[in-house]
């Protein structure tokens, strides 16, 4: 039986980890010098990338965990310790603050580094997607989880296809207001997932 409240779940916390609005203002510094035909690709790459790094980590992430030995327990409770770093840095503003390179050679092809990964698509992202697949064993769920994926590269799409417009309108500082929320909200599923995976490592503490 598929749980559509854990997918539902998921996919908030994945869309709160990427962050299609909050990641804008760094996406029009990035492409500041670029042509209109230059940002259709870039944008289209970028949303495209963004789906492949989801579903490969979710189909053979957990495989890589394994052949290391790591124990699934402890790489949720270490992915849920960089999901707590990453809401940090959100409610703070300093997530985005190690993408914008001095080296502007580096800003001709944008599209797979830095916007795929990590501005999109980071560790943070890759740790959870690898956890959902732990959990979704069945291949209605797995289909439905890359379906989420694909819906994420369509709001990755959307927003950097309307960036100007939404920035636009809302202005940095709703930006920021709106990533901040996403953090918050990342933050506590966060708490949650470390709680829930401690009692797994230390039944002693249920």
């Known amino acids: 039986m598929v749980d559509i409240t854990e997918f539902i779940k998921t996919f908030v916390i994945l869309v709160a980890i990427i962050d299609p609005i909050g990641n804008i203002p760094v996406y029009i510094s990035l492409t500041v010098n670029k042509t209109d035909g230059e940002h259709e690709s870039i944008i289209f790459k970028t949303s495209c990338a963004s789906v492949a790094l989801l579903t490969a980590s979710f ?61 999109f698509v980071g560790p943070g992202a890759i740790s959870l997607v690898i956890i959902q697949s732990t959990e979704m064993v069945s291949w209605p769920a797995k289909i439905i989880s890359i379906f989420e994926f694909a819906l994420i590269g ?53």
């Not at 409770?77 to 580096?106: A, R």
């Not at 296809?161 to 709703?174: D, P, Q, S, W």
């Not at 909200?185 to 039944?203: N, R």
């Open 59 to 119: 189909l053979i992430g957990k495989y890589i965990v394994v052949f290391f030995g790591i124990q699934m327990p402890a790489f949720k409770l270490i992915g849920g310790f960089f999901l707590v770093y990453i809401s940090f840095t959100m409610l703070t503003g300093n997530k985005v603050s190690l993408l914008l390179s001095e080296d502007e050679g580096l800003k001709d092809d944008i599209a797979i580094m830095p916007m795929t990964f990590p501005m």
């Open 154 to 206: 369509v709001l990755i799409w959307v927003s950097l296809r309307l960036a100007n417009r939404i920035l636009k309108i809302f202005g940095k500082g709703t930006i920021r207001l709106i990533t901040q929320l996403m953090g918050l909200i990342l933050g506590s599923m966060a708490i949650g997932l470390i709680a829930d995976e401690l009692k797994v490592l230390l039944p002693g503490l249920s």
